[in-house]
């Protein structure tokens, strides 16, 4: 992958680079990210800058052999451990390399990907993907192997908190690497690292991608330019939940939640309750992804009421639906408004009865905006 097909993180770009060309590439490193602000897509243009034969001062050539052999994930001095669930029936343990074929057509077709969407890529069902031991041995075999072709031998260990307790396994690889190998390990949530590999790596960290670069991206896509900029501000940096964004119809977003609002805020019990039994089908993260968005309705009405000059970034169908709002909407209501979705939120999470948490929802949402701040 080069270093311009990815999304935004400039500074973190220039970094890498730089990091190669002064011959200063630590060999264990961390890449601790914010959710599909584009860790892996980084990690492959770097590894792909490490081993072009023909390097250009701001990314790799993209023509040479090895270029090829990156963007294509068949190089064979860069390797790739991931999540995965045990193959049965199988006469020995399972190791990403049994996942392979999967994952460079996963890979090259999407990079910016979740944990879920790649277990779901492998039929993983409801199981939960993990890096086991036998594949943290396997990375030591693999790395104390000497380059075939490149000046580095590369692992790359995506969702490295997978690695659980089997990653003190590879502290010894981590403190004492034979030479010319790289390690980077690639993670959201710095908690779930042992304290012994962190203390072993260099940390890198990425934040989210910027709502510019974000709107440049969604053009390139096919996105209406009047869409780029909502979609970039209601994904919040993230490259994957702008991705599923793109392919809804605003307008139906806004259908769910004018009908929301009119059962809700007028409290009419019977559309209410159909509008609850309805909706509480549409699964866990249709709902928590409803709620942001809801979320970021409510704030917008806000800001284009009080500050002077600003425009909402709402499509031209949802302006409407912020006006109605503007008319009751105060900040002290937008705090217990805001309070009261992020809890809802939380219960979604936790599994609670969906038709409960939005019924739940509704009455104080009519509670709160029909009450004096």
């Known amino acids: 992958m080069l270093f311009r097909n990815v999304i935004g993180q400039s500074a973190v770009k220039q970094h890498l680079i730089?990091?190669?060309?002064?011959?200063?590439?630590?060999?264990?490193?961390?890449?601790?990210?914010?959710?599909?602000?584009?860790?892996?897509?980084?990690?492959?243009?770097?590894?792909?800058?490490?081993?072009?034969?023909?390097?250009?001062?701001?990314?790799?050539?993209?023509?040479?052999?090895?270029?090829?052999?990156?963007?294509?994930?068949?190089?064979?001095?860069?390797?790739?451990?991931?999540?995965i669930i045990a193959k049965k029936p199988s006469p020995h343990p399972s190791l990403s390399v049994d996942y392979i074929q999967q994952w460079r057509k996963v890979i090259t077709e999407q990079p910016y990907?979740?944990?879920?969407?790649?277990?779901?890529?492998?039929?993983?069902?409801?199981?939960?993907?993990?890096?086991?031991?036998?594949?943290?041995?396997?990375?030591?075999?693999?790395?104390?192997?000497?380059?075939?072709?490149?000046?580095?031998?590369?692992?790359?260990?995506?969702?490295?908190?997978?690695?659980?307790?089997?990653?003190?396994?590879?502290?010894?690889?981590?403190?004492?690497?034979?030479?010319?190998?790289?390690?980077?390990?690639?993670?959201?949530n710095q908690e779930e690292i042992l304290p012994t590999i962190l203390s072993r790596c260099q940390l890198l960290k990425i934040n989210k991608i910027d709502d510019d670069a974000m709107a440049q991206a969604l053009l390139r896509y096919g996105v209406p330019q009047s869409r780029t900029?909502?979609?970039?501000?209601?994904?919040?940096?993230n490259f994957e939940e702008a991705q599923r964004l793109m392919h809804s119809e605003t307008h139906e977003e806004v259908t769910l939640m004018t009908t929301w609002l009119d059962s809700a805020l007028n409290f009419k019990p019977g559309l209410l309750y159909r509008w609850t039994e309805e909706n509480g089908k549409m699964g866990r993260e249709n709902l928590k992804s409803f709620l942001e968005y809801a979320v970021h309705l409510f704030r917008e009405a806000l800001m284009g009421k009080y500050v002077a000059g600003y425009q909402p970034r709402l499509a031209e169908d949802e302006r409407q639906l912020a006006v109605r709002l503007?008319?009751?909407?105060?900040?002290?209501?937008?705090?217990?408004?805001?309070?009261?979705?992020?809890?809802?939120?939380?219960?979604?999470e936790r599994n609670v009865s969906p038709k409960m948490v939005l019924m739940d929802m509704s009455l104080k949402m009519n509670r709160i905006m029909r009450t004096k701040d």
């Not at 900029?229 to 940096?237: E, F, L, M, N, V």
């Open 18 to 83: 730089e990091m190669v060309q002064q011959n200063t590439v630590a060999h264990a490193q961390l890449f601790l990210s914010q959710p599909g602000a584009g860790a892996l897509p980084l990690a492959l243009a770097f590894t792909q800058y490490l081993v072009c034969e023909n390097r250009q001062p701001d990314d790799s050539c993209g023509v040479c052999p090895a270029c090829i052999k990156a963007q294509k994930l068949i190089h064979p001095d860069i390797h790739y451990t991931y999540p």
């Open 229 to 237: 900029q909502h979609i970039a501000y209601i994904s919040d940096g």
């Open 113 to 188: 990907i979740n944990e879920l969407d790649w277990l779901q890529a492998i039929d993983a069902e409801n199981k939960q993907g993990n890096i086991s031991a036998e594949e943290a041995r396997s990375i030591i075999r693999t790395m104390n192997l000497h380059p075939f072709e490149a000046p580095y031998k590369v692992q790359i260990i995506w969702k490295a908190e997978a690695l659980s307790k089997e990653g003190n396994i590879l502290l010894k690889l981590l403190e004492e690497p034979p030479s010319n190998t790289v390690l980077i390990l690639i993670a959201e």
């Open 326 to 348: 503007q008319r009751m909407l105060t900040y002290g209501k937008l705090e217990k408004v805001l309070q009261l979705i992020s809890r809802k939120h939380y219960e979604i």
